[in-house]
Each structure stands twice: as C-alpha cells, then as structure tokens.
C-alpha cells in the first residue's frame, strides 16, 4: 500500500542552524501538507502547496520556514535559522485532491530537537 | 478558525469493553476525519464523514456524524489491546478548499487485558 515517507526520523540542531525536513508524498497524489506537534499539543497545519506553489500558511510558517518540491518526488521544509520553540514532530502528509474528499495521508514524522 | 473538543481526554477500559470518544465542533463540520496516533509516530487514517447522519464503520471501529454536523464519536465495540493509542479528530473548515485540517488535542485509550 503506498504510503508518505519521510527522513530523517529524528534531527538534533542547534539554535540557528538549518535544517532541511524531507518527504516523499504518495506518487500519484498532487497536494502537499506540512503539519507540526509540539509535545503535547495539538496537531497544527503550517502549510499547503500544490502545483508547486503554497496554497495556504498558518501564521506559524513565517520567513523562516519554506518549502520546496525540488523534483517529482520530493517535497521539503526548510527551517532556515532553527530556534528553540521549533522543536517538536513534522509530519508531511499528500491528498489525490483539495477537496474534502480527499483524504489526507501522514507519514510517520521527523522528531527535531533544537538545543 | 475551528475549535475541535474531544472527550474525554483520557480512557482505560478493559480488554472487550465497548467504549465512545467524542469531537465536538465549534463549527458546522464540513469534513470530520477521524485519525489514531500511536505515541510519538504519524497520523494512521481511519475514517472521514462528511454528510449528517453519516455513519462508517471499520472492523470494530464505528464513527458517526450527527444530523447538526457539529458533533462526531467513534465507538469502538469489544476492544482490544491493539486499539490503544491517541485518537484524533480533524476537520475541514467550511466552505475551505484549501485542505487545512483542524485537530483536537486526542483522546488516549488505554486498553488493559
């Protein structure tokens, strides 16, 4: 059964540095998410993108955060100066559709942990 | 934005009992999505509604809307230890197109045997 994959599962930074979060979507699918849990808080939508460009931002993804599909592939967020209140679980996630249809398929997560 | 309330927050029953987690809207429910979560790994999707009335079911797993679209409960009949994990609530804001999901905060079953 396809599935979203991400890498890498866990990313230890420090304040400042970037960090670049890596997604493969399920192959056919054409809309992309990036979603953000801080232990123990809500799941939060940082983004959606599709036909390679952003559709919606939270007010989370600010200047520091982008996003990118630099193949047919791949879809990455890029954290570019990390701080502390960054840490938490990244999940990507791809839908066949926008509508809400569509469901949304997550991949397991990347765990970043900025020090 | 849309508030998404589930309760109870948290549940332990033993292995074979039935049990009900609700998701409460402070918006019509356009699309509610029902998801499990197991601690500290991704989002396995369970099941979507989108029509009032609408009821789904999966194995033991039961979701519901209800006819004001406001509230959904997942039920879960006989269960087992396999079902313990953080269940989560999403929904599609109306009249979005946009996919942004809202979440509730989870409901963590624990199933004892």
């Known amino acids: 059964e396809p599935e979203v994959t991400q890498t890498p599962s866990h990313q230890v930074t420090q304040m400042g540095q970037e960090v670049i979060l890596r997604c493969v979507p399920i192959s056919n699918h054409l809309y992309f998410y990036w979603y953000r849990q801080i232990l123990g808080q809500k799941v939060e939508f940082l983004v959606s993108?599709?036909?390679?460009?952003?559709?919606?931002k939270s007010e989370i993804f600010d200047d520091q955060f982008s996003v990118e599909r630099p193949d047919g592939s791949n879809f990455t967020l890029k954290i570019r100066s990390t701080k502390l209140e960054d840490s938490a679980m990244y999940f990507c996630?791809?839908?066949?559709?926008?509508?809400?249809?569509?469901?949304?398929?997550f991949g397991p997560g990347t765990r970043l942990l900025v020090l | 934005s849309q508030e998404l309330e589930q309760s109870p927050q948290s549940l332990i029953v033993q292995e074979g009992k039935n049990l009900t987690i609700n998701c409460t809207s402070s918006k019509t429910l356009y699309g509610l999505y029902w998801y499990k979560q197991k601690y500290g790994e991704g989002l396995i999707f369970l099941m979507m509604l989108q029509k009032g009335g609408e009821e789904k079911s999966h194995e033991k797993i039961t979701a519901k809307l209800d006819e004001k679209k406001q509230q959904s409960s997942l039920h879960i009949t006989a269960s087992q230890p396999s079902h313990a994990g953080i269940y989560l609530c999403g929904a599609a804001p109306r009249g979005s197109t946009l996919g942004r999901l809202y979440f509730g905060r989870g409901t963590q079953l624990t199933v004892w045997p």
């Open positions: 996630a791809s839908s066949g559709d926008r509508g809400h249809q569509e469901t949304q398929y």
């Open positions: 993108f599709y036909n390679n460009e952003i559709s919606e």
